[in-house]
């Protein structure tokens, strides 16, 4: 069984332009979430795809996108990249509703 | 509005002592509780939750107690161990809700030898 995983692992871009992140979620996960963490922060929820559908939506901006795929990979699309921006991106897979498994997250710095 | 609050921001113990962690949460329709470790340059991981049911669940070194009442939960780390320091997040969600968590703002473990 493998773990959840995401790529890539750093990634640098200036501000204005757009970023797409990915994840792999674990094997037989259906749910994947993602969060951004500011640096010391707790991690945040941005939305999470259940069966490649929104499932539900944080509080966060609509340049932040997602999509989910059959087999249930997901992306993360942030347009229009604002300084703010920069911070580890997490994304989590599940099964249905049952716990959360964290991926090592994508660092992403906006200059 | 900060659902979920996480104290103290930092904590020092001394190897084979207790180390304790609490959180109190504003939502009582929250019902699944999990506590995340995390290493530097890496995801959380998921450590130990509890469902509001139990006053308190115990795995090895770790127990969650859990107050519904006060709106409150606890993780104490018995025997701490210079490998357990990390930073601890307290999370709360609903599970029904497609389970979007609501994370503390961590805690930053450091074991003494």
């Known amino acids: 069984e493998t773990g959840v995983t995401q790529s890539p692992t750093h990634l640098i871009k200036t501000r204005g332009q757009q970023v797409t992140l990915r994840c792999s979620s674990q094997?037989?996960?259906?749910?994947v979430s993602w969060y951004q963490q500011a640096l010391g922060q707790g991690p945040q929820f941005i939305f999470q795809?259940?069966?490649?559908?929104?499932?539900g939506r944080g509080n966060f901006p609509p340049r932040f996108s997602g999509l989910q795929f059959p087999n249930y990979s997901s992306e993360l699309n942030v347009n229009a990249l604002e300084l703010d921006d920069s911070a580890l991106y997490l994304c989590?897979?599940?099964?249905?509703?049952?716990?959360?498994?964290f991926g090592p997250g994508t660092r992403l710095t906006v200059t | 509005q900060q659902q979920v609050k996480q104290s103290p921001q930092s904590l020092i113990v001394q190897k084979g002592g207790i180390s304790i962690i609490n959180c109190a949460y504003e939502n009582t329709a929250f019902d699944y509780f999990p506590w995340y470790q995390q290493f530097p340059g890496k995801g959380p991981a998921l450590l130990i939750a509890?469902?509001?049911?139990?006053s308190e669940k115990k795995e090895g070194r770790f127990t969650i107690s859990f107050n519904k009442s006060a709106k409150q939960f606890s993780l104490h780390i018995m025997d701490s161990q210079p490998g357990d320091s990390a930073t601890y997040f307290c999370a709360a969600s609903l599970l029904y809700n497609f389970n979007k968590f609501y994370f503390g703002s961590g805690t930053k473990l450091n074991v003494k030898p």
């Open positions: 795809y259940y069966r490649e559908e929104e499932n």
């Open positions: 989590a897979s599940s099964f249905d509703i049952y716990e959360q498994y």
């Open positions: 509890i469902r509001p049911d139990v």
């Open positions: 094997s037989g996960h259906n749910t």
